[in-house]
């Protein structure tokens, strides 16, 4: 095999001159991935080298195929890798050829195909039937060939559904939702890895999902029908920015008064209700119902804004706790999926809306990464969390500095003066900056908030070239498109600020946008720069 390896890798292609059947179509013979030596590696049967992600048992769990530079994944594979068929066929063809590399099943039994198109093919894991919710794998195709695979697939054991399980009738009832509504039997994994019978439903207006055996809510989603003109002061930003509140539009309003919409739920120590003021929430800035609106609007704007991008990452409305807690802060809570802000001292953090946002940021990273936030010692996930937390804010106002307000508040009472003085604090212009200078290696630093200051100044420059090309509302889009986008290509778990970089780099890629160039200059400024080549004849890059 090292021989077969060595003369493919001297000649830069294996040639290829017969074809296989996958399920009836012809499709080319699929690369075989072995061991390369190291656990973050491995060598295809093409000559080509694999980059490789394992889990704490060594499962390989995402494996992407490294090039020397962006650019070459780009160019068309060659003709004998050029499929004339679905995708399907080559991505179950790849993984029945590597499926003892993957720890998958030789004949992929378990795993059923829910989506497809030229560049994604997605894969559902099943037991007895039926769906197993969350797991599966999911292949990226590129030009035709396979270059990522993405593996969740659960090594459980056999099971039937279990004798006794609610009725239909039984689980529309416990979830309150229409009598018509269509109602599914499935599995997702419960405590041991061990899974659990649940039945879910969905009449169109609301959905949900019980224990199959007991009943118990396991979740739930309503979305009522909205009021159209609704109405509420606010902050464009915060006070230190604009202290003269503003009226504003509250899009997609419940019909029963309350700040609930599709993409926000905001409940706060004091309930506010808009019907009898014929929907507007006309609020005195400081009191308990002007933050909670604040923090309707502009989350609700920012996941709008997204969406407008083509950018879905929630599927269900994020929750806020407005005056949670007595405090200058504000944290998302990504097991009860909620945000929590804090209030003291006169001042109400939910009144600045960069420091929303910033939380909003955790939920939308969260929503693509959900185990980044219990990192592995000494990863940067908690730094890239705040970095782009931070970005997302100061692209939200076109503002390099965001906070102002909780910062100022925070320099009056003494609460965070190392902070402070870690974030290079200044009175004339509070707030935590996303254009500082920082870099690797000097700035780093164990307070995420601090280090993910590399990550946000690394973003802003790559917006601020994005703008300089195409204009400010064009040029930040695409910085929008790009950094969430990049957020798929992450890690699990245990990355680094060069693994946002090579994200990024993906995004673009898979965009056809052809600037790697810009993105390598503007993170470099900041200290972060592709990993070296390895030492043998196959240069990488994720």
């Given amino acids: 095999m090292k021989r077969e390896l060595a003369v493919a890798a001297a000649v830069g292609l294996l040639l290829v001159t017969s074809c296989a059947q996958e399920d009836g179509v012809e499709v080319p013979p699929q690369p075989v991935l072995a061991s390369a030596g190291k656990a973050d590696g491995a060598r295809a049967s093409d000559g080509r080298d694999w980059r490789v992600r394992r889990d704490r ?36 063809a790849f993984l029945r050829s590597n499926a003892a590399f993957l720890a998958l099943p030789p004949g992929l039994d378990d795993l059923a195909t829910v989506s497809v198109n030229a560049e994604v093919v ?24 396979v270059v990522m695979v993405h593996n969740r697939r659960f090594a459980v054991a056999p099971a039937r559904w279990p004798a006794g399980t609610l009725t239909d009738d039984d689980a529309r009832r416990r ?33 949900g999902a019980i224990d199959a055996l007991s009943g118990r809510l396991l ?38 008064g309350t700040l609930r919409g599709a993409h926000v739920q905001v409940r706060g120590a004091v309930p506010v209700n808009g019907r009898a003021t014929a929907y507007r929430f006309d609020f005195e800035a400081g009191s308990a119902g002007f933050a909670q609106v604040m ?61 929303l946002i910033h939380e909003y940021g955790h939920a939308v990273l969260q929503a693509y990464q959900p185990d980044m936030l219990g990192p592995a010692v000494g990863s940067h996930d908690a730094a890239l969390h705040e970095g782009f937390a931070d970005w997302l804010a100061c692209v939200a106002y076109g503002d390099p500095l965001q906070g102002e307000t909780l910062h100022q508040a925070l320099a009056r009472t003494h609460l965070a003066d190392q902070y402070l003085t870690d974030i290079g604090f200044e009175p004339r212009a509070p707030g935590r900056r996303c254009d500082a200078a920082r870099r690797l290696p000097g700035d780093d630093h164990f307070d995420p908030h601090v280090a993910g200051m590399i990550v946000s100044g690394a973003l802003w420059d790559l917006r601020a070239a994005l703008i300089g090309e ?34 990024v780099l993906e995004a673009d890629r898979r965009a056809r946008g052809g600037r790697a160039s810009t993105i390598l200059t503007a993170f470099a400024r900041h200290g972060i720069v592709p990993r070296p080549a390895d030492p043998h004849p196959h240069p990488t890059w994720l």
């Fill in 175 to 207: 979830l309150g939702i229409s009598t018509s509504a269509e109602v599914r039997q499935a599995w997702q994994i419960g405590a041991g890895e061990r899974p659990v019978a649940v039945l879910w439903a969905s009449d169109g207006a609301q959905r």
């Fill in 57 to 92: 048992v060594g499962v390989a769990r995402k494996v992407r195929i490294a090039e020397a530079e962006a650019e070459d994944a780009l160019a068309p594979a060659p003709a004998a890798w050029r499929p004339t068929t679905a995708p399907e066929a080559v991505a179950r």
């Fill in 470 to 503: 195409l204009g400010d509302d064009a040029g930040t889009d695409l910085a929008l498109r790009l950094t969430v986008a990049a957020l798929r290509h992450l890690e699990r778990q245990g990355n680094d600020l060069t693994d946002l970089l090579e994200a």
């Fill in 295 to 355: 923090a309707y609007y502009h989350v609700d704007r920012m996941a709008r804004w997204l969406g407008r991008l083509g950018l879905h990452p929630r599927r269900k409305a994020v929750r806020i706790e407005a005056q949670a807690f007595a405090d200058l802060n504000a944290y998302f809570d990504p097991i009860a999926d909620v945000i929590r802000v804090g209030a003291f001292g006169g001042t109400d953090v939910a009144e600045d809306a960069d420091v």
């Fill in 122 to 145: 997605d894969l559902e894991q099943r037991l007895d039937e039926r769906p197993l919710r969350g797991a599966g794998v999911r292949v990226a195709l590129d030009h035709g060939r």
């Fill in 219 to 256: 979740w739930q989603d309503r979305v009522d029908r909205a009021v159209v003109d609704a109405r509420g002061r606010v902050y464009r930003e915060n006070a230190w920015r604009d202290p003269v509140p503003v009226e504003v539009q509250l899009s997609g309003l419940r019909v029963d």
